[in-house]
């Protein structure tokens, strides 16, 4: 069995990403499959791996290459970027540097999994103000990541256990999000979300295409985007072979979805996508995350199988790119206490797509 | 302790609304408030208390005037309009005749909580087509009850388990939804519904008002609606002490609710009250309703405490209307099989507020 260089980016070094690194580190080196090497800086690590009371357990190393990464499982090998100034180190604030650190940490992955160093990458959040204050026109990682990549259609990818949703368009104000429902955006949608679930390893998959007004526009009395936009785009997919279905009462779809009807449901803005998510991963009783007050580990379900939950996927890239749910939680960053469940997931998801593409 | 009379209306002959009063009839007599009394059609309920197997335990009594409805908890008194032609009868159909009878049925309740006579109207559900076919201009219960009962500001509440939902607009596609947000219409929507936490027996009620845009416009980076509409309308609610909250990002304050952080959330849109609803519905495991799969009874939480699910709460009327949460599931009407969970929280939670409304 091969292994599978996953590379972690550090995120904000004044949020939680190194913490969850070094409380997460054991549990990804259970599953031999995965070598992650961090993207990041050392001395933050450090002073994390002391923050969660694991410093008699684990070690910081710094590797000069992806190569010379070690195999102890006791040790986070760490590709040393040394760009926070420890000196004036500090938790919860927005600040340049730490926005153009973030940068760099995902900017170095781009260009190591380019050149096929690492398999994929697994994102700690970044702060949008700080990587604004250092100049970055991104609105976050994905767009940075379609840019780098000369990636045109792309989808967000949420999954929380048996639910997977995509989105049409995510970070736009509403009134706009409900003009970027056209046929050809619908339709890319589709398209992006088949070819991630058949690269998630399911078997024919089904794709559950959201309308865009209540009850689906209950036949063209609320609404004629379904009719002139979505009904094309489905029925165009269902001519290229995809078993998309729809458009369906954004009311019902998703409960629908998570009862197993369809393997994800294409959104047609943010908010439709998100909200059934963050509800069923409340409801799965608290796990992963931090800083929403998310404090459980729930890394089974009430049967015991394990499942997957709080990863966000961009599908579409001809990278592979997971990353955690949550934010920076400044709130509580340094404090030792925000949850590895979520980067813990992402990184299995990150690997069982490498291993897939490495079996084709 | 006085006695709550509530006129159940049946809902459309050709759907589920006579199964679940019959198969519910008994739970609702088990609370001495509640002296219930149908509003339909007495010869459609005798053949749905034959078809749920209640005959030998059982009956229905028509009732010239609800003041005569009998004291006994065995059998089910309607004031019967003997609107349906029994001869020529059938299940699952959409008959103008049918939406006539439905309309019929809601037009007596209303004349009787005017007059008096009764305390509370429930309704079972309606069919719109059919409702359509028989000329009704109105897109369902709520549209009649604001127009017959001269109402301006009222607002569709949705109850499951510890999630309130009010809404500013519904039935409408979500380009109007998005027009339909004003300081006016959110302020009228935050206040109804403070005055029906009231009236629901919340004490000091604390009301989250949800952004328009995704995460409530990130500070007007993602739609203006919320710096311009929804922000002055939270002012002037707890300018006037109203404890409003808001705009709060719509993908957390769903789950922030569920929580406890809110008693009701108001939400911008059909869709986004909708689905965080019903997936924490799902997520209950299966109870009430019918036609959408739901099958348990769930009348208790895991704690085995009593909560509320499933119910539709008309807001801001000056009557008092409750409703089952689910439509008329023509698919398995006449089967027997349909849940009466719905339809009991509904009775149950109209009783509430008219002993509340008795004892001002």
Known sequence: MDAHTVGITMGDPAGIGAEII?????????????????????????????NCGLADELAVVTVESVDRAPAETDAIPVLDLANVDCDAFEYGVVREDYGSASLEYVERAIELVQEGTIDAITTAPIN???????????????????????????????????????????????????????????????????????????????????GLNPHAS???????????????????????????????????????????????????YHDQGHIPIKMLGFSGGGRGGSGDGRDGNGESDADGDATVSGVNVTVGLPIIRTSVDHGTAFDIAGEGVASEHSLIQAVAVATDMAARRGAR
Chains 1, 2 share one sequence.
């Open 218 to 268: 209950d036949g063209g009395v609320l609404g004629e985007t379904e009719a002139r936009e979505i009904e094309p785009a489905v029925d165009a997919a269902r001519a290229e072979g995809i078993d998309a279905r729809g458009p369906e009462s954004p009311d019902t779809v998703y409960v629908a979805a998570a009862r197993g009807a369809y393997d994800c449901v294409v959104s047609m």
């Open 22 to 50: 070094a409380k997460g580190y054991s549990k990804l080196r259970a599953d031999d499959r995965v070598r992650p090497v961090v993207i990041g800086d050392a001395a933050v690590l450090r002073a994390a791996v002391e």
């Open 128 to 210: 949008k103000q700080a990587t604004k204050l250092a100049g970055s026109e991104y609105a976050g990682h994905t767009g940075m990541l379609a840019d780098y990549t000369d990636t045109d259609s792309y989808s967000m990818m949420l999954i929380e256990d048996d639910l997977r949703v995509t989105h049409v368009s995510t970070h736009v104000p509403l009134r706009e999000a409900c003009d970027l429902v056209t046929t050809e955006s619908v339709l890319e949608t589709i398209r992006v979300t088949d070819d991630a679930l058949d690269e998630l390893g399911v078997d024919e998959p089904t794709v559950g295409v959201a």
